[in-house]
C-alpha cells in the first residue's frame, strides 16, 4: 500500500517537473519570437528610410551609379548579411565558449560577424560589377559557414541554424542556381 502512495506521488511530480520544463520551453520561444519580430522590424524600418533618403533634383538625368546591375542586389544582400551574421553570431559564440576554443577565434568571429557585412558592401558598391563581387561574397559567406560549423564540432543546434540561413540566403539571392 505504501510503495503505491509513494508511485502516486512520483507519478504527480514527474507530471509536475515535465509541466514546468514545458512551461520554460515555451516561455524561451515566446522570447525567441519577440526577439525575431523585432529584428525584422528593425531591419524594415532601416530599409525603408534608406529608400526615401533619395532626393529627385527635377532633372530626368539618374544617377550613373544607379544604372550599373546588381547595385540593389547588393544593398538588398547588406541587409540580410547583416541580419544573418547577427542571428549565427550568438549561437556560435556560446559554443566557443563552451568549448574553450582559442581566443583568436573569438576575435575572428566578431570580425566576421561585425565587419564582414560592411566589408563585404562597400567592396561590391565601388566595384565596376557589383553583382559578381556579390557572387563571390555568397561563396565566401559558404565558405565562412562551414569553417563556423567545423569549428563547432559540428554542434547541432548553432550548425543547423548556420545552414538554414545560409540556405534562405541563397534562395533570396537567385533560387535554385546557387544552392547547388
Known amino acids: 500500500m505504501r510503495w503505491k502512495k509513494r508511485e502516486a506521488l512520483s507519478a504527480d511530480n514527474s507530471s509536475r517537473v515535465s509541466h514546468l520544463v ?30 526615401n533618403h533619395r532626393v529627385m533634383s527635377g532633372s530626368d538625368n539618374l544617377n550613373k551609379n544607379e544604372r550599373i546591375p546588381g547595385r540593389r542586389f547588393a544593398r538588398r544582400m547588406y541587409l540580410m548579411r547583416i541580419l544573418g551574421t547577427l542571428l549565427c553570431f550568438f549561437p556560435i559564440l556560446s559554443v566557443l565558449l563552451e568549448l574553450h576554443r582559442p581566443v583568436w ?33 555568397l561563396v565566401f559567406d559558404a565558405g565562412a559557414g562551414g569553417f563556423w560549423i567545423a569549428l563547432m564540432a559540428i554542434n547541432p543546434l548553432p550548425s ?7 540556405l534562405s540566403d541563397r534562395l533570396s539571392a537567385g533560387g535554385v542556381v546557387f544552392i547547388c
Do not use: G
Not at 566578431?110 to 559578381?132: D, E, S
Open 105 to 137: 577565434s573569438v576575435v575572428l568571429l566578431c570580425a566576421n560577424a561585425f565587419l564582414w557585412p560592411t566589408v563585404a558592401f562597400l567592396r561590391a558598391r565601388n566595384a565596376k560589377m557589383p553583382l559578381q563581387i556579390e557572387h563571390q561574397h
Open 22 to 51: 514545458m512551461t520554460i520551453a515555451a516561455i524561451n520561444i515566446d522570447n525567441l519570437l519577440n526577439c525575431l519580430l523585432l529584428i525584422f522590424i528593425v531591419n524594415t524600418i532601416i530599409a525603408y528610410t534608406w529608400r
Open 160 to 166: 543547423v541554424v548556420i545552414a538554414t540561413i545560409l
